[in-house]
């Protein structure tokens, strides 16, 4: 005797059984030949013969898995990436070498359309892995760009095109870019994009995005609000964007803004502007940034305030000679709002020195003069880099 | 009910969705790597156009006709014909399909020395004298070379097309 449930269980089997021989049947006496639309002509005309003779498979019973079929489609992947090692002594930590960063950057062009990149990065000889950044570019034509994922936040210059070490004069970032704007930034979720020509000289560009945004403890530590990468907390998102214009003269200038709620219980809410500007020509960099964050902090035991204000700004200047040596000055501070600790306030003097090894290829040396306000605390760096970019 | 439910979807996904799509795709792969041979070979001269002649019907003669409209070779236009077996004259290409592989003797008997490149698609086809003969390993169309059979014809194959092919003569 069987159960009802074995017979049931049995009924199935025979069920999904005689399911898979029929459609097998039904597909094995099918003889209609045609062109087939699933196969891509023009495709495979354009491909090498290797290419088409690897392409045709249908991966069952075959070698390989996901990315070897990706492989035979007509997707180009790229691999690049960035090195970054230092050698640091600051007067008050010890001094140590760091394989700071060795970041790689892994990017597909799908069809014409379809751009995709994702930097991961291997941080402090990899004590710190994370992607950087991971997004999927549509571009419906120069003006629209739909951008998907984790991507960069287009708050500033620097924090979408410059903080690489190897494109980045001075060995250390202005604390602006660390601690306000803080470098690099990347958050989850959608972002428009584009850019059109103004005359003959001028193309202004543009950037809107809303995403799950920053997330942290009530007038904390901006930096530390980073990779938020789910919103489990709150359903609020940030949104913001950026103007800017550049030229074929080499001025270029944009403003960029963030807004969003920023605790966990959705109190308090965090806005951040910057402004940047930038001279260039063939050898000469001038280029300056400003930026701003407003926090406001309803638990005032925190603060004492109900909103806490961080501003800063940077001033760098560089020209190179030779073709290969290019000296750096850059002037930075950042200025705390927050009776109850003042001594977050800074300022600091970079000399530098860089050696031009390749296009990509720089070593740098450089010296911080930094003022602690409120301290007597001399904070003084002399440090040394090497950074590829390949 | 359900187990007579799962039977029908299955056999309608069978008949609707799959119907000899494998088949299909295998022709227009063909068409394709007729058309790359051309990049491996090195023609010498021949006429205003070049020409490829399919021995009776054949579902890769659309493609190949397809093909015909959007390529040419050595910056000649592309001339796609179907031809009967006694009837083929001296393009640079025939292609022989399995429907017709009884009459490669008498395409090879026609083509003589004459610098032809034989195409089929029928086992042991490459062994009787073919030029290049179409084999599927697996899901994959793949291509047995007769070099020895390209060489008395005067043809000369890249060395990348010996190299890709899955068995060489």
């Known amino acids: ?59 069952r019973g075959d070698v390989g898995s996901f990315g070897y079929r990706l492989g035979t489609s007509d997707s180009k992947v790229d691999i690049h990436g960035y090195v970054t090692n230092e050698y640091i002594d600051a007067e008050n930590a010890n001094s140590t070498f760091d394989n700071h960063y060795f970041n790689l950057l892994v990017g597909t062009q799908v069809g014409e359309k379809i751009f995709a990149e994702i930097q991961l990065e291997y941080e402090h000889g990899g004590e710190e892995i994370q992607a950087r950044y991971a997004q999927v570019d549509y571009k419906i034509n120069n003006a629209l760009i739909i951008r998907t994922g984790k991507f960069l ?3 500033n210059t620097f924090n979408e095109y410059l903080y690489p070490e190897y494109i980045n004069k ?3 970032r202005p604390f602006i870019n660390r601690n306000i704007a803080p470098t690099a930034w990347a958050e989850v979720g959608l972002q428009l994009r584009g850019s059109f020509q103004l005359g003959e000289h001028w193309t ?39 103007i800017g214009v550049t030229s074929d003269f080499g001025f270029e200038a944009g403003a960029g803004t963030y807004y969003g709620v920023y605790t966990p219980d959705g109190d308090d809410d965090l806005l951040i502007g910057s402004f940047d500007a930038a001279y260039t020509n063939e050898n000469f960099t001038l280029r300056a940034e400003y930026s701003l964050a407003n926090m406001s902090v309803s638990d005032t035991s925190v603060t004492q305030q109900t909103s806490i204000e961080r501003n800063g700004a940077s001033l760098t200047a560089s020209y190179i000679f030779n073709q290969r040596f290019e000296p750096i000055v850059r002037y930075d501070f950042m200025a705390w709002d927050d009776p109850a600790d003042e001594t977050k306030d800074k300022s600091r003097i970079y000399l530098g020195m860089n050696y031009r090894i390749s296009n990509t290829m720089n070593a740098k040396v450089g010296y911080e003069l930094i003022t602690n306000e409120g301290t007597d605390v001399d904070d003084n760096v002399l440090s040394f880099q090497l950074a590829l970019g390949f | 009910m359900k187990a007579l439910f799962t ?26 790597l007729i058309y790359q041979f051309t990049r491996y070979i090195s023609w010498g001269s021949f006429g205003n156009q070049f020409d490829i002649e399919v021995v009776g019907s054949s579902a890769v003669t659309p493609v190949l006709k397809e093909i015909s409209v959007k390529k040419k070779v050595d910056d000649k236009a ?21 429907n017709q592989k009884d009459q490669l003797a008498a395409v090879l008997a026609k083509v003589g ?34 070099k020895t059979v390209l060489k008395k014809l005067g043809i000369s194959p890249d060395l990348n097309l010996e190299r890709l092919a899955s068995k060489v003569l």
Do not use: W
Request: glycine share 10%; net charge negative.
């Open chain 2, 7 to 32: 039977v029908f979807a299955f056999a309608l996904i069978g008949l609707l969705a799959v119907p000899n799509q494998a088949q299909a795709q295998d022709e227009t792969y063909k068409g394709a």
């Open chain 1, 1 to 59: 005797m069987t159960s009802p449930r074995t017979a049931r269980l049995l009924s199935h089997s025979l069920a999904g059984t005689a399911a898979i021989a029929l459609m097998t049947c039904s597909s094995a006496f099918a003889q209609t030949p045609s062109t087939s639309d699933k196969v891509d002509l023009d495709k495979l005309l354009e491909m090498d013969l290797e290419t088409v003779l690897e392409q045709q498979t249908s991966g």
């Open chain 2, 113 to 146: 020395s004459k610098p032809i490149l034989v195409i089929t698609e029928s086992a042991g086809s490459a062994e009787q004298g073919a030029g290049i003969n179409f084999v599927k390993q697996g899901d994959k169309v793949q291509f047995e070379l007769n």
């Open chain 1, 153 to 155: 936040i287009p708050i």
């Open chain 1, 204 to 242: 202004p560009f543009y950037s809107a995005y809303v995403v799950n945004g920053l997330e942290g403890d009530p007038g904390g530590d901006i930096r530390g609000m980073r990779n938020n990468h789910r919103d489990r907390n709150n359903d609020n998102k940030a949104f913001g964007g950026r």
């Open chain 1, 170 to 172: 001075a060995i250390s």
């Open chain 2, 78 to 98: 592309i001339n796609v014909k179907q031809v009967e077996a006694g009837s083929t004259g001296s393009p640079q290409i025939i292609f022989i399909p399995a």
